[in-house]
């Protein structure tokens, strides 16, 4: 089967989501974050969600376009070789209970590569006055299905992060991960996929057993960047970008490695890091972090 080119453009109805104390506190609860910032309801500014919380309502967008990929001629079967490949956030704001959110999706690229076709993906959060909130680029690799040609790039691709070298020694955060900590994370953020759950689809799907979702273990590396190099701010997260790669098995301890600040010329910071899997390799690489003050329009956050 090919991809078809006729996916490019494909969209679909934007979801609205009421966010809730309950969510976001189950969220970084998952995580095993137990900071006032996400969890002390009586604190004089109230909770904030974690950096990467977009991704909670970023779900029901994805699995729509997963349906819209198959009414464009996709079989089913090749819409779930898709692997997450890429993520890229920039975070204006960040989420508090009380939000309501719009979140909507367009594909905007289709290109080929060695392991498959490639598609990429816009997602856009707004708040109810139509406010950003989170602007996120994704690749999925469709594993050992070709493309269409000719490719059609993403038009008009996230800036390359500035200062993202890495220097010196890592500081190192080493973090145990029981067998049920997929689950955990499934229901505090959401976002529902068997293979993170379901021995039998994750071994029906050619895993070796469960696997942990690639976006928790981003999240681990956030956390890690945030108490090394943030000073435990959550709301200096500005942007996220990194590449998936290996598994992470459960139960398992996972190394989060957190290089220097680098100052850029905009006055904020990147953060170079990687999480690494039990047997040393990379499940996420290239990891990089922009920490920043918030605008004056979020500096209460």
Known sequence: ???PSTLVGANVEAFEHEVDERWTMSYAASLGLDQ???LDTTSGGGVVAHPLFSVCVEWPVIVASRRESERLGVPREEVMTGVHATHDVIVHRLVRPGDVLMTSLEIVGLVSKTPGAM??????TVDHDAQPV???????IYLGVSAQSPDLPDPTPPQPVAG????GEPREVRID????AAHVYTEGARIWNPIHTDRAVALAAGLPDIIMHGTANLAYGINAVVEVEAAGRPELVRRVACRFAAM?????????????ANDTDDGRSTVPFEVLNADGAAAVKDGVIVLGEPDASSASL
Do not use: F, H, N
């Open 248 to 260: 992470v098995s459960l139960p398992s301890t996972i190394t989060v490695r957190v290089w220097k």
């Open 134 to 140: 989170a602007s996120t680029t994704q690749d999925a």
């Open 36 to 38: 006032a910032v996400y």
């Open 164 to 167: 993202g070298e890495r220097r």
């Open 177 to 180: 991960l029981p067998r049920v």
């Open 119 to 124: 598609t990429t993906t816009r997602l856009t």
């Open 1 to 3: 089967m090919v991809i």
